[in-house]
């Protein structure tokens, strides 16, 4: 398969450009039946819209999604759904100058190397714009996984640069414009962010996402777990350059009787694993973080060289995000739930008749 | 496709349990006319065996591998290319108690959920003793890696439980049983060790593996980035929970200025990306790093249920790693070259006829 | 993957319905810097719409193609092409009466078995007009594979219903609309359609496709050889009921003399295997011939059954190719184009170093 | 997916050349639970052995199949299934004189083209010997398929040569070496083949499967209709040159009213599309015919040319079937098996809510 599809059976297939007249997605493998609006994805694409707040990239959008198949009479049919985006607000001249140089940090060097050639306006496909389509694909897959199996998928930032979570409440997440669940934090992130924003810099955050009443065996190991395929789909999101599965990178200095989770006929002790041992699920909480770098998309000249090797020094103007984590929640949250959905569907295909006579834990 | 195949044009396909009669996998896509025999496969195997040191498992397995397809006159034909490797050293008995136990931290209770029934001899299918094969398969990419790209990989232990490394030296790390790189550490990981085993306990630790030489230009956006793949083939490994790629999780308190690796016309100033941008290998080192949990495989009671939902204290017996990190240097190195070695195929399939006129820069 | 992608390395993923505002695809894999304009793809369209004889169904669709990615200033970038067609004559009246009728010899009721419920207007996704998107990929394959590989693709009917050609000219087949060779039979298939309409009836055809000037090497047995895979991609066109590969089903009652083609360094010397050995091209020319059924949408009434399991009688009104065959010529060249576009990838990212020294015979 | 996997949930990826040490195989995503014995498989096995009538190869195989994996006291677990055959009766030297030649008609030329090099041992990788894997893959599928839905897969031989079957008894096909079901033509095809051995010549033959009890709904439109993956399944058989659904290339001079298969609440009129509409299953037999070639491997001397591209004459000694078709039922059985099973997974996983509420007619 060609890089711009994900999934075995719910699959997703991407396609568009930053500055092209539109981006676009199928969802094949969707079940029939499950009642589908456009309202249903809207929401999701709502909340990872650019310009929300003076925090993230002014550009405006409407993303406004059109399903032009695999929908009837409000259900979905079974067969492939046809998601389309229209680009309004592209500017391409703000980009102009990007056409003969290489962005340090940024994928115009590594898409020029491999292609020989590349849409330079605005990133082109490496522009963080295509992640639109996965939170369109991302809401339908959510929803069948609500309605189908009772499953939920929840994100939220936990740390901003040097600004860690210190409280938890899911009612604070969607109140604020960072997805922070900690209410003391909101205003101490707020004034991070202005004060970057004059220096002309740009920082790194983490988001954690959680999926709760997932049912025990989803994942086909020894590759295709679950865990292995969270990871995948995790780090394709643009900036990433971490994923760690429940308490992650933490086990290296803890011993096997701390990290462990015990079990009793009332639940597990604890939840270091994240929900997944062996690469299939427990029946607990699927928890997964990941680190989103700081954009390399700044106003403070880089060295770098053009197309033709020279040195130069690179200036980006135009319109970005300080911290591309800000908007990244939904992101992660949709590509959760398409490795959910792709894997709710791989365990009953071949489980059909499997009756494990075990009690569900959380 | 089902879960036990890693690859989209290299691919690999494996199978067998801990206990059962044999090992396999099926290499298919590696090209014609490399010389290839059953050497090259065992020195990694050997590297990876248990029961070198007294730090791992004390099983004996020889660990032969036969060529059983694929190769003639020593010269592999294009064909896919059987490889096996015969158990010897099972020794069931060992493990019959936890027939009917759910081992806390251990794969037993979501197999038993999913398949509803299980091998249960030495964890079955979920027993690291199907890496074997992982290696087995990695040693081939590494060969063709080598010989037709010059890409080479190799690993490291940077950290051991509360052990970090602070020297580094390639040659060191094949000269100790922990593939590390610090000569001044290695006694004191052995007195580590020694310790925890006479406590009964079990420790996490971090491994590094590095690929230099990869031509710029492997990766294939947006899902089929070389980022998300290799997270997806380093989470697959048995006890993993964490990936990082580059700096990874730190960069989330970093500031862009000091995260974007600036270029010159006489190479990079930095590699806090570790070698990919927009999931594209820039033809920097690619760094990535993982973390292992400590095996749950313990001899101090643990609270459990059993097949019949009922409350069990189990206690492991048997032989185990303490550290299974110990042995993971090859497995990561295997799988980071079955990443490579897909991608090396993928990028030249689409991109024949590209040059870019780009200096390759490091 | 889900049924709507064909292709391993190139790649077309499609979407749309009869009366669905849309019809689309997504086309991966395509290498970058070809010159790519919608005129390339529209022409081939423009051979299969609908409405430009008497002799097909009189829906009048523009069939006008877009292209909203993958090309930049006129040249492919090597990221997915996402193409659509707006669906603008649907005429949902025609077809209101089939919503609880299952027409014989149709998809309706496999379909309605299958997903339990179905978009009933004009056979929805069931319906050929999805073979628009087959062709408007496929032009893109051919126009690759004649830039890069000198590969031609050309098709035409060697039988509609007892009308067999009995002389074949290439300059014949594009002046008639029935892509019929024998400059003698058009007349007599003139007649033999009128003759058709007048009664109600539908009938049956032979369409046989060449492939010229394609390198010897091509296929990947021992599953996807290429003959194999040209036999999926064409009984996968709506209405095929056979395909054979060079002079197919005579080889029965042939004996093993008179069936090889012998070989001279000048040349084979005959055909007969049509240009495949061992699931692999020779080098000579491909030739694959399908079967497709008479339509089943007639007027004349055929017994049935509706939703409710009663029994009805259905008559078809609405309007219907009474040959799908006159229209399938250009499908039929698009499906073999696609399979030897992702087979040229596969080969050559396979087998970027072979020099067999080999003649390239034909 | 290199070219030796076939299934996308149930997948079995094949090993082995004609001369090498064995043949294997990985059958993945087999459900857990099914009772699975080595006897299982070798009841197919021993149809397709060669050597137990006079009118096939006098090589000796035993083709004892072993289990190496996947099954745990009796049962399947649900992890991959190991097969391996060791190859017993090579006798390398009767093939020592191809090693330069290309044989007409044979796979040769077109390996050697490829991959630039050939294991010319008995054909290598292109000898039919390959299929005794897919014999033992299909036989799991069958028994399962048996179990789980009862259906039931069956086929025979319809035609050698010039002899075509005018009386059906399933009774008759197991009871001479031709799986002819009519008792009335064996001792014709008993001549028939004497005199062709004698002649030193070859032929084809035509083999049609039946698969009965099959669900409706099986298949995914549009490109992976249950048809489309038969034609790929069958054509991927070494020797056939043409795959037919139902009538098949029969339709193209049939009537639409003809055609067509009436249905009414007591089961449809007739069974003209093969059990297939839409590219999915009705619930009516499935029905598939393949026409296979004449082998080329004959001492009757031929034109071809050596691997320096000189004018040689070729005669083939060694052991060869005189029809391949004879040993082709239990093949073609197999891969249907494949296919049907792969399919009812696929089926299950998407549709696993769906109650159509539709009786299923026969």
Known sequence: ?????????????????SHGPALGCIVDGCPPGMALSEDDIQIDLDRRKPGTSRHTTQRREADQVR??????????????IGLLIENTDQRSKDYSKIAESFRPGHADYSYQHKYGF???RGGGRSSARETAMRVAAG?????????????????FLSQLGPIKIEKF?????????????????VAEMEQYMDALRKEGES??????????????????????????????????INAVKGVEIGDGFACI??????????????GFLSNHAGGVLGGISTGQNIRASIALKPTSSLRLSGRSINVRGEPIDVVTQGRHDPCVGIRATPIAEAMTALVLMDHLLRHRAQNFEVDSGLPTLR
Chains 1, 2, 3, 4 share one sequence.
Not at 1 to 16: A, P, Q, R, Y
Not at 208 to 232: H, Q
């Open 67 to 80: 399903i032009l198949s695999g929908v009837f009479e409000g259900k979905t049919t079974g067969t492939p």
């Open 118 to 120: 590349r849409d330079y």
């Open 139 to 155: 809401a339908i897959a959510k929803k069948y996984l609500k309605a189908s199996a009772d499953i939920e998928i929840r994100g």
């Open 169 to 185: 409440e899911w009612s604070v997440v969607e109140t604020n414009p960072f997805f922070c669940p900690d209410v003391d934090k």
């Open 253 to 266: 200095d803890t011993k096997g009787t701390a990290f462990r989770d015990e079990i009793t006929p009332e």
């Open 203 to 236: 920082i790194g955050a983490r988001i954690e996402v959680i999926a709760s009443n997932v049912p025990p065996g989803l994942g086909e190991p020894i590759f295709d777990r679950l865990d292995a395929e969270l990871a995948y789909a995790l780090m394709s």
């Open 1 to 17: 398969m060609s890089g711009n599809t994900i999934g075995k059976l719910f699959t997703v297939t991407s396609f568009g450009e």
